[in-house]
C-alpha cells in the first residue's frame, strides 16, 4: 500500500513555486503525490518536474480530463472523439515523462456537462472506442489506467461502481481499471461498502481516492473512510490510497466541484491529519 497526496488542493499546473508543497509531503511520510496533466501542451514540463520528484524521493500518479467539447470522449460528433484521443495521447506522453504509475480521473466526458438525459448506449459505446484506442498507448508506457466514475452532479456517463465495471468490460483491457472514490461512492451506492467488494471482486479496482464527504480533511465527515481502508486491506489491496480534497485555491476547479466556502482551516491539516488516519486504520485492521 502507497500513500499519495493529489496537488489539486493547491493547482492545476505544478510549477517550481509549489517545491516546498512537495517537501512538506514528503516529509509527513507520503509515498508519492498525485498530479495534474491539464495543460498537456509541453511534455518537456514534466520531465523536469520528474527530476525534482526524484530529488525529493516522491513517486507519482498523474490525473487528467477532457477540457472542453472539441476532445469529448461521448460527443455525437467523430472529430471531437478523435480530439479526445488526440488529447489524452498527449497526456500519455506527459504522463510518461512524469513517470507516473497511473493515469486516473474522468476522461470520458467533459467535467459539468450534461445532455439532461441518463447516458445512452451511443455514449457508451463512443467512451468504449476512444478508451480502446489510448489503453495500449498506456500500457506501452508503462501507465495503469483508472477511470473515475463521478456523482450525478459533475457527470452523467459513469456514477457507480456497477456502472464503471461495465465499461471496463466493455473496453477489455487488463490495463484499464477503475478508480474507487469515497467521496462520490457516498453520494452514489446505497451501500458504498459493499460496491467496492463487488468492485473489487470483479478485477476492477486499480486505484482509490480518500476524499471526504464534504472534499475537506478526511476523518471528520461522514464518509465511510475507515470501512473502505479496513475492507481494503482485508481484500487484499496493495495499490495506492491518494487522498483528494479540494479548496478554493484552483478558481475553475473549485467552480466546477461546487466548492463555495472553506472545509479546513488550513492544508496542513488536511494533509497531516489524512496521513495519519489513514496509516493508523490500516496498520489497526
Known sequence: MKIGF???????????????????????????????????SDS?????????????????????ILPDEEHNAISPDAAHRK????????????????????????????????????????????ASEVHREIAPLA??????????????????????????????????DPNFGILYDTFHANIEEKDPIA??????????????HISENDR???????????????TLKALGYDGWLTIEAFGRAVPELAAATRVWRDFFPNPEEVYTEGFKLIQDTWRAA
Open 6 to 40: 493529489n496537488l489539486l488542493l493547491w493547482t492545476g499546473h505544478v510549477t517550481e513555486t509549489h517545491v516546498p508543497i512537495l517537501r512538506a509531503l514528503k516529509a509527513t511520510g507520503y509515498d508519492g503525490v498525485e498530479i495534474p496533466v491539464f495543460d498537456a
Open 44 to 64: 518537456a514540463h514534466y520531465r523536469w518536474l520528474a527530476g525534482v520528484l526524484d530529488d525529493i524521493g516522491l513517486q507519482r500518479t498523474a490525473v487528467a
Open 83 to 126: 480530439g479526445a484521443v488526440e488529447h489524452l495521447k498527449r497526456v500519455i506522453e506527459c504522463s510518461q515523462n512524469l513517470g507516473a504509475q497511473s493515469l486516473v480521473g474522468p476522461y470520458y466526458q467533459v467535467l459539468g456537462q450534461f445532455t439532461g438525459e441518463p447516458p445512452t448506449d451511443t455514449e457508451r459505446a463512443h
Open 139 to 172: 500500457k506501452a508506457a508503462n501507465i495503469v489506467c483508472a477511470l473515475e466514475p463521478l456523482n450525478r452532479f459533475e457527470a452523467h456517463l459513469l456514477n457507480t461502481c456497477e456502472q464503471g465495471a461495465a465499461h471496463v468490460k466493455s473496453v477489455g
Open 195 to 208: 460496491a467496492l467488494k463487488t468492485l473489487y471482486a470483479a478485477g476492477a479496482v486499480t486505484h482509490v
Open 216 to 230: 475537506g480533511t478526511p476523518g471528520r465527515g461522514h464518509a465511510k473512510i475507515r470501512e473502505t481502508l479496513i
